[in-house]
């Protein structure tokens, strides 16, 4: 071998491995911009009285004690009374292509009037994730849940991303109690 084919194999196999990280680099980056994930969760009352919904009472789930509540006595106020609430999950990423889909849970004890106990209940969801296709843009899907009978217990909620990749999920909770 010479020297002149010597430098040429050096300069071929040079570029091939400049070829291979750049390509190795732009599909990592490709993967984390098309992961999929819950953006916000917010929980609003919905007021029977005024027909409105009121800023998101949910806070974060850190699985300390749930007292003092943050709202009391939500089912028996003369203005802005509430027995239900309206979740709204936000996902956003950029491939919909992934066939992914959001599992929505809350935990409860019902409202129950005229009951001497209730049982907890548990609500399930499972929704497809269906995003808008724009190109070069991040995008976002909502989904809507209704909890009726509330009021008076407090409410655990969940949202998962469910399917191919790396799940997202974020947890929350509603602090309602009732008493004289």
């Keep these: ?25 732009s599909t990592a980056a490709g993967d984390e911009a098309r992961r999929l994930e819950i953006s916000s969760m917010k929980a609003m ?18 699985g300390q004690p749930l007292s003092p509540p943050k709202l009391w006595n939500t089912p028996l106020h003369y203005e802005q009374r ?9 996902v956003s990423g950029d491939d919909p292509r992934q066939e992914r889909q959001l599992e929505f849970t809350a935990r ?26 724009k190109v070069g843009e991040r995008d976002k899907f909502h989904a809507g849940f209704w ?3 509330t009021g008076c217990n407090p409410v655990k909620l969940t949202a998962r991303i469910i399917g191919r990749g790396e799940p ?3 947890k929350r909770v509603i602090r309602f109690d009732c008493g004289e």
């Design 1 to 25: 071998m010479t020297i002149k084919t010597l430098s040429r194999l050096v300069c071929i196999s040079i570029f091939c491995l400049l070829i291979y990280s750049l390509s190795a680099t």
């Design 45 to 62: 009352l919905f007021y029977e009285d005024k027909g409105t919904f009121s800023d998101d009472v949910s806070e974060e789930d850190t």
């Design 82 to 90: 509430s027995t239900s609430v309206f979740v709204v999950v936000e």
């Design 108 to 133: 409860y004890i019902p409202l129950m009037r005229g009951a001497r106990q209730a049982r907890a209940i548990l609500v399930r969801k499972i929704v497809p994730i269906n995003l808008p296709v």
């Design 147 to 149: 909890l009726y009978d």
């Design 168 to 170: 997202s999920s974020v």
